[in-house]
């Protein structure tokens, strides 16, 4: 039986953050796995649910979570409500959160008696591989990461939001979510918070340093994060593990909303690569 659970912590800048649990009944001790979401995403984006059944059945103790500052609300966890949340985000930002969900996690009695605080696993998708990249390199209670069609640079990713003179002046940037066809605000502090701490959030750095095990999953056909950036990540991580998943896209051929009771067939492969990666150092 699966159980899940909702729980809210206070997150370090003023805003709460919003998790969710999944695990089955059966055994303790089980090895713990933080899935953060992408940019534009949040916990409960398209499939992510049935991967975290699909996590839970195979003996894991699945967390995932809305950053403090995605554009959600306790009340209103799905999409963009609070489209102000959204354009004071920034990488440090969801480090912070991502943190104060390792520390809960940890310290949590409940958590302690069923997942192993001491074998944790990151999972971030696109540019959530970015932060669990960053954090697992940083963070010695990490055993494992995986980045799952993650960015390989935020240094791009941030000079693509466009004229660094119009967005100091306008103080604002608008991105088309062209889902719900918002215009999504990036304030200026982004660009001002990325160069304060450009060493730190530079991913190369920290992969190539890392001494845990580190999975690289990318689809072939991803065209919102090409294939070159796994790559890249592999490239400077040697000792990491690229698995490329044929004929998938950025979302592993998931959407939102997801009607089908089902993983599609390249996200099940995917978690299929995962869970291979994660028993060999589980078991």
């Known amino acids: 039986m699966i159980n899940k659970k909702s729980i809210v912590i206070d997150g370090r800048h003023k805003r709460p953050i919003l998790i969710d649990t999944t695990y089955t009944s059966n055994d303790i001790n089980k090895p713990i796995i933080i899935f953060c979401h992408g940019y534009k995403g949040f916990k409960d984006w398209g499939a992510w649910h049935l991967m975290a059944n699909a996590f839970a059945k195979a003996g894991f103790y699945f967390i995932k979570?809305?950053?403090?500052?995605?554009?959600?609300?306790?009340?209103?966890?799905?999409?963009?409500?609070?489209?102000?949340?959204?354009?004071n985000n920034n990488y440090t930002k969801e480090l912070d959160d991502l943190e104060s969900v390792i520390d809960w996690a940890v310290e949590n009695d409940d958590i302690k008696y069923k997942g192993g605080t001491n074998n944790i696993c990151l999972i971030g998708h696109s540019r959530g591989g970015g932060i669990v990249s960053i954090k697992a390199e940083e963070d010695t209670r990490i055993k494992s990461?995986?980045?799952?069609?993650?960015?390989?640079?935020?240094?791009?990713?941030?000079?693509?939001?466009?004229?660094?003179?119009?967005?100091?002046?306008?103080?604002?940037?608008?991105?088309?979510?062209g889902r719900t066809k918002q215009q999504m605000p990036h304030y200026y502090q982004f660009y001002e918070d990325f160069i304060k701490n450009e060493a730190r959030l530079t991913?190369?750095?920290?992969?190539?340093?890392?001494?845990?095990?580190?999975?690289?999953v990318h689809g072939n056909a991803d065209t919102s994060i090409f294939i070159e950036e796994a790559e890249n990540?592999?490239?400077?991580?040697?000792?990491?593990?690229?698995?490329?998943?044929?004929?998938?896209?950025?979302?592993?051929?998931?959407?939102?909303?997801?009607?089908?009771?089902?993983?599609?067939?390249?996200?099940?492969?995917?978690?299929?690569?995962?869970?291979?990666?994660?028993?060999?150092?589980?078991n």
């Open 65 to 87: 979570f809305n950053f403090s500052h995605n554009g959600g609300t306790i009340e209103q966890p799905i999409d963009f409500p609070d489209l102000d949340a959204f354009g």
């Open 145 to 177: 990461v995986v980045s799952l069609a993650g960015v390989c640079d935020f240094g791009k990713k941030t000079a693509l939001l466009g004229s660094l003179e119009s967005w100091k002046k306008d103080g604002v940037k608008y991105v088309l979510n």
């Open 203 to 216: 991913i190369k750095r920290a992969v190539s340093n890392l001494k845990i095990p580190h999975l690289i």
């Open 233 to 282: 990540l592999h490239k400077w991580h040697p000792n990491s593990q690229l698995e490329i998943i044929e004929g998938a896209n950025h979302v592993f051929g998931a959407s939102h909303p997801w009607e089908g009771d089902h993983l599609p067939v390249h996200l099940e492969k995917a978690v299929q690569v995962i869970l291979s990666f994660l028993k060999s150092y589980t």
